[in-house]
């Protein structure tokens, strides 16, 4: 049932024509956003610049200490049930350490909320690589055979985890349809589910709202890769995002991919 009391959705100040939106959901694969989502987009990188909630080091104050962590961020524009229109924002992965923070959608699934068995898991496999550690520091002859039993029971662990992660992921689309991880990949790559598209969609679809245009961009530095440009837009990762979406978009009208 759609909440109409949307914690997440901010409506837009500006005046928006009607005859300006795009006539059918702009695809999230496109590589020029619509200019509706750019206001969106520019709305969010305000709110970036100027909150004071959480910290977390993009690398865009050379005073700012920790590892430099860009980050790509996305905005839904959507029409709500009660024909207002706004946005919705998400990230990619975790901020400032954290999956949910005020502004942003929740995740598809939060991990790391104590005590659940993802935090259990990785304090099991935090134990195994500390006795691994330990015994090879010893250095001893016998050792051997315990350390190579550890590596394969750190693996099927790992392995199990992993699985059981997938296995919380589902996602709906407007039909309300829901597919799971396992039903969309043969094999999830790691991380699949946690890009801002899905998030957006999810939440969009489960409050009764229409989607009207998306758009992601990166802000920070990265330094891992030239590839990502504080500030500029990229279209949804094919590799993660595209089976996922092909899911939560189907049965909705999108324009071309440019």
């Known amino acids: 049932m759609a909440n109409l009391n949307h914690t997440y959705f901010t ?19 496109n590589h020029q956003p619509h200019p509706i989502s750019v206001l969106a987009a520019n709305n969010l990188q305000k ?7 959480w910290q977390h080091n993009f690398g865009l104050d050379t005073t700012q200490e920790g590892i430099i962590i860009g980050k ?29 923070h005020s ?36 250095n001893k002859s016998g050792n051997s055979t315990k350390i190579e039993q550890l590596k394969t029971l750190r693996r099927t662990n790992s392995i199990a985890l992993q ?9 709906i689309n407007q039909a309300g349809k829901e597919k799971s991880l396992r039903e969309i990949f043969v094999k999830p790559p790691s991380g699949a589910g946690e890009c801002a598209a899905p998030k957006l969609l ?31 837009f990229y279209p949804a990762c094919k590799e993660k995002c595209e089976p996922i979406l092909a899911h939560m978009l189907e049965g909705i009208g999108m324009d071309e991919k440019s």
């Open 163 to 171: 699985d059981k992660i997938f296995d919380h992921y589902h996602f």
């Open 47 to 53: 709110h970036l610049q100027n909150q004071q909630e």
């Open 202 to 232: 999810q939440y969009a679809f489960l409050n009764g709202m229409k989607p009207i245009a998306m758009a992601e961009f990166w802000w920070g530095l990265s330094p891992k890769s030239d590839f990502w440009k504080h500030g500029h």
């Open 72 to 100: 790509m961020f996305g905005v839904l524009v959507v029409q709500t049930q009660d024909n207002k229109l706004g946005y919705l924002a998400a990230f990619s992965g975790k901020l400032a350490g954290a999956n949910q």
């Open 103 to 138: 502004k942003f959608v929740p995740p598809i699934y939060d991990g790391l909320i104590e005590g659940n068995f993802v935090n259990i898991g990785m304090l099991e496999l935090t134990r195994i690589n500390q006795e691994i550690k330990d015994l090879e520091e010893q």
């Open 11 to 29: 409506p837009f100040e500006e005046t928006i024509a009607v005859d300006s939106l795009p006539k059918q959901f702009t695809s999230p694969f």
